[in-house]
Nanobody, 126 residues
């Protein structure tokens, strides 16, 4: 069983930056595709970014492309989301997610992810 724990959320002014981390325990993540999703107030959970096990393939939602960067350090069993030029509309609970063993393709679809963290709140003030 994989446990995922997000950290790094907080309150930031518009235009600022935050880096989220997702630490895994219970199993190495080096063979898992991973992703970040977010859920704003009154909204459905939406895709943010995804990365395959060797970091060659990354996908981004159009709303964050050019501002956010997903990365991973398999040696530390950790994934990151560097968020720059934050906007109030980026306010949400951010979740990290992992696909199941053997599924190495990055994916936009939350239905393809088997493991989820509890989320970390990001609030961007205007």
């Amino acid at each position: 069983q994989v446990q995922l724990v997000e950290s790094g959320g907080g309150l930031v002014q518009a235009g600022g930056s935050l880096t989220l981390s997702c630490a895994a325990s219970g199993r190495t993540l080096s063979s898992y595709a991973l992703g970040w999703f977010r859920q704003g107030p009154g909204k459905e959970r939406e895709f943010v970014a995804s990365i395959n096990p060797n970091s060659v393939t990354t996908y981004y939602a159009s709303s964050v492309k050019g501002r956010f960067t997903i990365s991973r350090d398999n040696a530390k069993n950790t994934m990151y989301l560097q968020m720059n030029s934050l906007k109030p509309e980026d306010t949400a609970v951010y979740y990290c997610a992992g696909r199941g063993s053997g599924y190495t393709s990055a994916s936009y679809y939350k239905e393809n992810y088997s493991y989820w963290g509890q989320g970390t709140q990001v609030t961007v003030s205007s």
